[in-house]
């Protein structure tokens, strides 16, 4: 685990792989909210999250965690709600009135079952098990994969953005940095899941205005994939 550190005396520590979404979304609000904060990089390609130590932080061996003041934290869901309730960060990422705060609640449960397992199943058929298994893409396990995020692609068009510009409300929340996180996912493949979608092409491109270079440090790791695998056709 290597350490990056940024000036302040008492931070929040976050370990984080940025080829992960759910680190990216944490990654982007501790930047765009300028929490000061310390980021320790676990490389899951290495097995780093199986090390003895990591394995003692998060038995789950998964990434994000955060530690706050010994305060240990795992589940982005989780993380991105805490920073935003604990630290003097604008109120729109996870507003306090009841309702709109219901709406973020109500699109990150359905997240987790959704926008993530289905982007990212994109990603690991298209990119992720042929690197690891040497052999070519399973086009059949593909077309599934495209089918079912199509599905979850509709109803964030029909349902949240329906008659708002982010997906919970007039402004940005966690709840739409957990979700252009995953659906910029498959971009490693060379695949944009948003070509052809108009009304959520704009919907990240206002995400991306509202969050400003934080988005595109938190997705170079990605960009830098995208460019390697395009070298090499
Ligand atoms: N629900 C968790 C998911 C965390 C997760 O699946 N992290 C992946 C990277 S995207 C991981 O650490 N995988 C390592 C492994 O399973 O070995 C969250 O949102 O934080």
């Given at each position: 685990m290597s350490s990056v550190s940024v000036s302040a005396d008492r931070m929040v520590e976050v370990y984080l792989d940025l080829l992960s979404q759910p680190c990216r979304a944490v990654h982007i609000l501790l930047n765009c909210t300028k929490i000061p904060h310390r980021v320790r990089t676990v490389a899951l390609r290495r097995g780093e999250n199986r090390s003895p130590d990591f394995t003692k932080l998060n038995p789950m061996q998964k990434v994000p965690v955060m530690v706050d003041d010994g305060f240990v934290l795992t589940e982005s869901d989780a993380i991105l709600k805490y920073l935003a309730t604990k630290y003097?960060?604008?109120?729109?990422?996870?507003?306090?009135?009841p309702e709109r705060r219901a709406r973020v609640d109500e699109y990150t449960a359905w997240h987790h079952s959704n926008t993530r397992p289905h982007a990212a199943k994109v990603f690991i058929t298209e990119v992720l098990l042929p690197a690891q298994?040497?052999?070519?893409?399973?086009e059949v396990r593909l077309i599934h994969a495209l089918s079912q995020l199509d599905d979850t692609l509709d109803k964030l068009e029909s349902m949240f953005l329906r008659r708002q510009p982010f997906l919970c409300g007039d402004d940005v929340t966690v709840a739409d940095l957990l979700a252009v996180c995953e659906l910029m996912q498959p971009l490693g493949g060379g695949?944009?899941?948003?070509?052809?979608r108009p009304q959520l092409q704009s919907w990240r491109s206002r995400v991306q205005s509202a969050v400003g270079d934080a988005f595109d440090r938190a997705h170079t790791v990605l960009y830098a994939l995208r460019d390697r695998r395009k070298a090499k056709l």
């Amino acid at each position: 685990m290597s350490s990056v550190s940024v000036s302040a005396d008492r931070m929040v520590e976050v370990y984080l792989d940025l080829l992960s979404q759910p680190c990216r979304a944490v990654h982007i609000l501790l930047n765009c909210t300028k929490i000061p904060h310390r980021v320790r990089t676990v490389a899951l390609r290495r097995g780093e999250n199986r090390s003895p130590d990591f394995t003692k932080l998060n038995p789950m061996q998964k990434v994000p965690v955060m530690v706050d003041d010994g305060f240990v934290l795992t589940e982005s869901d989780a993380i991105l709600k805490y920073l935003a309730t604990k630290y003097d960060v604008p109120e729109h990422w996870y507003p306090r009135q009841p309702e709109r705060r219901a709406r973020v609640d109500e699109y990150t449960a359905w997240h987790h079952s959704n926008t993530r397992p289905h982007a990212a199943k994109v990603f690991i058929t298209e990119v992720l098990l042929p690197a690891q298994s040497g052999s070519s893409v399973d086009e059949v396990r593909l077309i599934h994969a495209l089918s079912q995020l199509d599905d979850t692609l509709d109803k964030l068009e029909s349902m949240f953005l329906r008659r708002q510009p982010f997906l919970c409300g007039d402004d940005v929340t966690v709840a739409d940095l957990l979700a252009v996180c995953e659906l910029m996912q498959p971009l490693g493949g060379g695949r944009d899941v948003l070509q052809a979608r108009p009304q959520l092409q704009s919907w990240r491109s206002r995400v991306q205005s509202a969050v400003g270079d934080a988005f595109d440090r938190a997705h170079t790791v990605l960009y830098a994939l995208r460019d390697r695998r395009k070298a090499k056709l």
